[in-house]
């Protein structure tokens, strides 16, 4: 989104940054998952992925990374922009000694999550 309160654009920038991101990352996750689990190099582990899948074998994963992770980033992209504005706000009214207890806790949350 362009301003705050634009929840369907940050909605949609969410979902199409995980998409983008997992469609770039599941290739190399893959290659280091089998590593991880057959040991040797990673040379070896990206041979054995593609030798059972063939070069499809490298993203099989996608779907299942995309159901997870794109319901998560329509979320946190559309939450992280109000919660950012409750929290700049929480921060002045404490300064001017008259924050909410809503406004604090929407500080504490963000400040919590990172």
């Known amino acids: 989104g362009t301003r705050a309160g634009d929840t369907g ?6 979902a199409g ?5 997992y ?5 190399f996750e893959t290659v280091k998952t089998v590593n991880q689990m057959a040991g040797g190099s990673t040379r070896d582990a990206l041979k054995s992925v593609v030798d059972r899948g063939g070069k ?11 159901t997870a992770g794109v319901p998560y980033s329509m979320i946190l992209y559309s939450v992280y922009r109000p919660l950012k504005a409750a929290t700049r706000r929480a921060v002045h009214a404490t300064r001017e000694g ?3 207890e809503a406004e604090i806790f929407a500080a504490d949350l963000l400040a919590a999550a990172g």
């Open 9 to 14: 654009s940050d909605i949609l920038a969410g």
């Open 17 to 21: 940054a995980s998409m983008v991101a």
């Open 23 to 27: 469609t770039i990352v599941t290739p």
């Open 56 to 66: 499809r074998g490298l993203v099989r994963p996608l779907k299942a990374m995309w």
């Open 98 to 100: 008259d924050a909410s």
